[in-house]
């Protein structure tokens, strides 16, 4: 018990440090296509469904919980406590014609916790990263028909930020085999953009513009699963999702300023107010899953999920739109993914690594905008484990997911990633009266 205070305690920790250091402009990811729209989507999960394709949807365990299907929480041991959070390593490859460049960032991926609440029933809270936004990079005007006239002029643009959400959810299970699940979630965060334009000569002034945005938007999530038992230790999940669409409010500050020297002009300031009059709203999403499982042993799982972002207006606001001459536009999303788990034998007393999960799946994903006219797609594999520690339901999950986004084609630009997960599960009993004390 006094391992899981400090894992608590770190985790808490870790938690507030990352959501602060996000709030005032830090990176939380690094990625060039974060510069549209809200920012790159998070794959929604832990350490646990992330290494297996990002499935979840028709996942059930008592091991750890399940954030992807609010249904999910009624998978558990009736009076357990359950807390998972995780870390991520991510490590990125950019190519754009001849032109490389490397990134990585090391952050804080989830924290939630579960709780029963009466019979069958349980609740669940925490918060994990909605979109993220990070990005930095800079050219200088090579025209010698303009550096003649002015000098050296150097372009610079970078964004950092994010929105993270924040839910309640609960679940029930009805007729044994039936669970149904919903949550409300509130979405929230602050990203900046802004662009410069440096003139080497003092004789011409120096270009600052970009954005301030401050968001916020309330939705909601419903989950149902059906499991049902086949006969000779076989079981089948089915499962599916809808989360509803969040309309956006906050404000977007629009500003340009010229400077020389010390002095200082402001050349346009604004602050549009989001909600009063905007159409501009987060998409909503459905998903459908399937999984067949033996006993205890090993199983396999098949999500789709979907959302249409091209009415949702992001492409029409200002902060959001406007990215110089690349044209930016939302379309419809679409997810397929995969993954399988073994488990050589759960009760093994004198091999170790026969007690541990093993897991491994891929994806396909179609992103929510397109450049150019262009689809942003990304695909990959991933590979996990989870160690059993201490006793009950304790372990640490180990994930590494290895994929590619995006073309090196038309003027694109290539990602390619390498990103480790790391996710604490943590598992008691609750009101159990001790024999001895």
């Known amino acids: 018990m006094k391992i899981n205070k400090i894992f608590l305690a770190a985790s808490v920790a870790l938690l507030f440090s990352s959501v602060l250091s996000a709030q005032d402009g830090a990176f939380s990811s690094y990625s060039p296509y974060s510069v549209f729209g809200v920012g790159n989507m998070s794959r929604q999960g832990n350490a646990y469904t992330l290494s297996m394709g990002g499935v979840g949807l028709a996942s059930r365990s008592n091991r750890f919980v399940n954030i992807v299907n609010p249904a999910a929480v009624t998978a558990r041991d009736t009076l357990s406590f359950m807390l998972d959070f995780g870390l991520t390593l991510d490590n990125r490859v950019y190519r754009q014609g001849d032109v490389k460049s490397a990134n990585n960032i090391f952050n804080l991926s989830n924290f939630v916790f579960s709780v029963p609440i009466w019979k069958k029933s349980a609740l669940y809270a925490g918060i994990t990263p909605y979109s993220s936004l990070g990005y930095d990079f800079s050219h200088r005007i090579t025209d010698p028909s303009i550096i003649g006239n002015t000098g050296n002029v150097t372009y610079s643009c970078s964004g950092s930020g994010g929105m993270y959400q924040i839910f309640l959810g609960a679940g029930a299970t009805f007729f044994k085999n039936l669970s149904i699940g919903a949550q409300v979630t509130y979405y929230f965060g602050n990203m900046f953009k802004s662009t410069n334009m440096d003139f080497a000569s003092s004789s011409y002034r120096d ?15 419903f989950g149902i699963q059906y499991d049902k038992s086949l006969g000779g230790g076989y079981f089948i999940t089915l499962g599916a999702t809808y989360s509803t669409a969040a309309k956006m409010k906050g404000f977007v500050t629009d500003y340009k300023y010229a400077s020389i020297s010390s002095v200082s002009d402001t050349l346009h300031h604004s602050i549009d107010t989001l909600g009063k009059g905007s159409k501009m709203r987060l998409a909503s999403e459905y998903g459908v899953g399937f999984s067949l499982r033996k006993g205890d042993k090993w199983r396999m799982e098949f999500n789709y999920l979907c959302s249409d972002w091209s009415g949702t207006h992001i492409d029409e606001v200002t902060g959001f739109s406007n990215q110089g001459e690349t044209k930016f536009s939302t379309t419809f999303s679409q997810s397929f993914r995969a993954g399988f788990e073994f488990i050589p034998n759960r009760n093994d007393i004198r091999y170790y690594m026969k007690r541990c999960s093993y897991r491994a799946g891929l994806y396909y994903d179609n992103d929510y905008f397109k450049v150019n006219g262009n689809k942003v797609t990304s695909y990959g594999i991933t590979l996990g484990i989870t160690l059993p520690v201490f006793r009950w339901y304790n372990g640490i999950s ?33 009101f159990q009266k001790p024999k001895y004390e």
């Open 207 to 221: 270009i600052s513009s970009g954005y301030t945005m401050n968001l916020r938007a309330v939705g909601g999530k």
């Open 398 to 430: 180990l994930g590494l997911d290895v994929g590619r986004r995006g073309s090196a084609a038309d003027g694109m630009i290539r990602e390619t990633y390498a990103a480790i997960a790391i996710g604490f599960n943590i598992h008691d009993i609750w």
